[in-house]
């Protein structure tokens, strides 16, 4: 008898009476759920699996998009797991290849991989190509986390492991996981969820180390002025370590800072 099969709920019913307490009937037990009067269904789960399909809109349910999830945790921490010591890059997936900060992010990708230490970013263009570009040219691991998007290009060719992901949170678990800081140019929206999503994640004391360097003063100090000025005298937040996050214009300080985290 399987456990979808319908089950008298014993310990419902007086035995010596034969009168049954369960006011709503036989209970149903599929799983660890139980279903009891109306709730109960005309087939089993079994008798599902095993009937013909018509329609697939099964693959668009909510049930299947969990399968779909744990697979892309599942591949995501088998890419990475023996990936070492890593640094996160991210930065505007527009920024042209004229920019300083294309430059900029580029000599950050080699510094890096000039330590033994991998790069990882979103695998686009703009900084995201410019930061693999420099740790392949410089014979480091360049890691490439792409997400499907509409309109969003391939992975970069300077990419030399990658992995396209349909969920931003899975992305997201990646970056977090497997690196030891982070390294942020100027960008947008995408930009500064990342930046915030590691900076709550260590006011929050989710993770314990995550050294972050913001690269270009002109562009964040506002933000930040803003952020240590209205937001922490409102008492919104705690102070920020001055250790862990550090605005600055030397690249080469910028990488210092994001390495700090690894343990040597």
């Given at each position: 008898?399987?456990?979808?099969?319908?089950?008298?709920?014993?310990?419902?019913?007086?035995?010596?009476?034969?009168?049954?307490?369960?006011?709503?009937?036989?209970?149903?037990?599929?799983g660890?759920?139980?279903?009891?009067?109306?709730?109960?269904?005309?087939?089993?789960?079994?008798?599902?699996?095993?009937?013909?399909?018509?329609?697939?809109?099964?693959?668009?349910?909510?049930?299947?998009?969990?399968?779909?999830?744990?697979?892309?945790?599942?591949?995501?921490?088998?890419?990475?797991?023996?990936?070492?010591?890593?640094?996160?890059?991210?930065?505007?997936?527009?920024?042209?290849?004229?920019?300083?900060?294309?430059?900029?992010?580029?000599?950050?990708?080699?510094?890096?991989?000039?330590?033994?230490?991998?790069?990882?970013?979103?695998?686009?263009?703009?900084?995201m190509?410019?930061?693999?570009?420099?740790?392949?040219v410089?014979?480091?691991?360049?890691?490439?986390?792409?997400?499907?998007?509409?309109?969003?290009?391939?992975?970069?060719?300077?990419?030399?492991?990658?992995?396209?992901?349909?969920?931003?949170?899975?992305?997201?678990?990646?970056?977090?996981?497997?690196?030891?800081?982070?390294?942020?140019?100027?960008?947008?929206?995408?930009?500064?969820?990342?930046?915030?999503?590691?900076?709550?994640?260590?006011?929050?004391?989710k993770?314990?180390?995550?050294?972050?360097?913001?690269?270009?003063?002109?562009?964040?100090?506002?933000?930040?002025?803003?952020?240590?000025?209205?937001?922490?005298?409102?008492?919104?937040?705690?102070?920020?370590?001055?250790?862990?996050?550090q605005?600055?214009?030397?690249?080469?300080?910028?990488?210092?800072?994001?390495?700090?985290?690894?343990?040597?």
């Open positions: 008898m399987s456990d979808d099969d319908i089950r008298p709920d014993s310990s419902q019913a007086d035995s010596a009476s034969g009168v049954s307490h369960a006011p709503l009937g036989n209970t149903y037990h599929k660890p759920v139980i279903l009891r009067g109306q709730m109960i269904p005309s087939e089993t789960t079994t008798g599902k699996l095993l009937a013909s399909e018509e329609s697939t809109d099964w693959l668009h349910m909510d049930p299947w998009r969990v399968m779909r999830i744990q697979a892309e945790f599942v591949d995501g921490f088998g890419a990475l797991a023996e990936l070492g010591p890593a640094v996160s890059v991210f930065g505007s997936a527009r920024t042209p290849r004229t920019d300083p900060m294309y430059k900029a992010a580029r000599q950050a990708g080699r510094l890096i991989a000039a330590r033994d230490v991998a790069v990882i970013t979103g695998g686009g263009p703009g900084i190509e410019a930061a693999n570009r420099g740790a392949a410089a014979g480091g691991t360049s890691v490439g986390l792409g997400i499907e998007l509409p309109h969003e290009q391939e992975l970069n060719a300077w990419v030399n492991l990658g992995m396209t992901f349909r969920y931003f949170f899975v992305r997201k678990t990646m970056f977090v996981k497997y690196s030891s800081g982070a390294i942020v140019f100027p960008g947008g929206f995408g930009t500064l969820d990342e930046l915030f999503e590691l900076l709550t994640l260590v006011q929050t004391h993770v314990k180390r995550v050294p972050v360097a913001l690269v270009g003063t002109q562009y964040w100090q506002g933000l930040f002025d803003w952020i240590t000025g209205t937001v922490l005298e409102e008492g919104n937040i705690s102070q920020l370590d001055p250790s862990l996050m605005i600055t214009d030397d690249v080469e300080q910028a990488v210092d800072v994001a390495v700090s985290g690894i343990a040597r």
